[in-house]
């Protein structure tokens, strides 16, 4: 309770787009359901997703009924869970279950018309999509079961011609590849919605990992273009926030 109640005083009450949709789908998923959840640390976790769910409010109330966009709203999700977050307050102990931003796009106060989602585990699309069935959307569920970045042709193919489309891009690490983006976004209006790993990831690995290339990871991330070990080089002090702004 003490955890849902930082998330209001921080959050819910500064902003209004979102606010009634977090508060409805935090109540919905509050008891356990017996599905699988995915299971974080920090009330960062918390913001992020109602930031989420600010925008992809805001979008589906503006956007919803556009006549530029006769086949509506399209949510993709490369990385999209099983649509809740179980979340350990490291501060005060406290543990709180979340709507993810799959569930967000599925009870916004317009619900998205197509969801596209992708996981490369199929029991967690499966506890998704019956969460969304609970919910009561009614909406196109496109589930893809695999590894997004081998499924990125078949994911550009599934956007709509005449959609707007907003895709969430929220991976534990660097697990993005450029060229999956690119590919993505190369012929349909896409919104993109991206986590940059780079204090998880990028300042603990660059050094050690990704320099020497002991893993690609960095390089599929940034682009066989970016130069990002040319700015390594001419880094003069290798501090965390330095790193970051690289």
């Not at 490369?120 to 695999?146: M, Q, T, W, Y």
């Not at 970045?149 to 660097?174: H, M, Q, R, Y």
Request: aromatic fraction near 10%; proline fraction near 4%; hydrophobic fraction near 40%.
């Amino acid at each position: 309770a003490e955890l849902g109640m930082q998330c209001r005083e921080q959050l819910v009450g500064k902003i209004q787009y979102g606010r009634e949709v977090w508060l409805r789908l935090c109540e919905f998923v509050s008891s356990d359901d017996e599905l699988p959840v995915i299971k974080t640390k920090g009330i960062w976790t918390a913001k992020k997703l109602y930031f989420f769910c600010q925008y992809l409010d805001q979008v589906a109330r503006a956007m919803h009924s556009h006549p530029s966009y006769p086949q509506g709203l399209t949510y993709v999700n490369l990385f999209a869970g099983n649509g809740i977050a179980v979340v350990d307050d490291e501060r005060t102990g406290a543990t709180r279950r979340f709507p993810g931003s799959g569930l967000i796009a599925g009870g916004t106060t317009h619900p998205y018309h197509r969801l596209i989602l992708v996981d490369s585990v199929r029991e967690n699309l499966d506890a998704l999509r019956l969460r969304l069935e609970r919910l009561g959307f009614d909406g196109i569920v496109d589930a893809k079961p695999g590894d997004t970045n081998k499924l990125a042709d078949e994911i550009a193919g599934s956007l709509p011609k005449g959609a707007l489309n907003v895709a969430v891009v929220d991976p534990f690490s660097l697990d993005i590849h450029y060229d999956t983006i690119a590919k993505i976004a190369e012929f349909r209006p896409l919104d993109l919605l991206i986590l940059f790993s780079d204090c998880i990831d990028l300042v603990r690995n660059v050094e050690r990992v990704y320099y020497p290339g002991q893993s690609d990871k960095l390089d599929l991330f940034l682009g066989a273009d970016s130069g990002w070990r040319d700015d390594w080089d001419s880094l003069a002090h290798r501090t965390g926030p330095a790193v970051r702004e690289m």
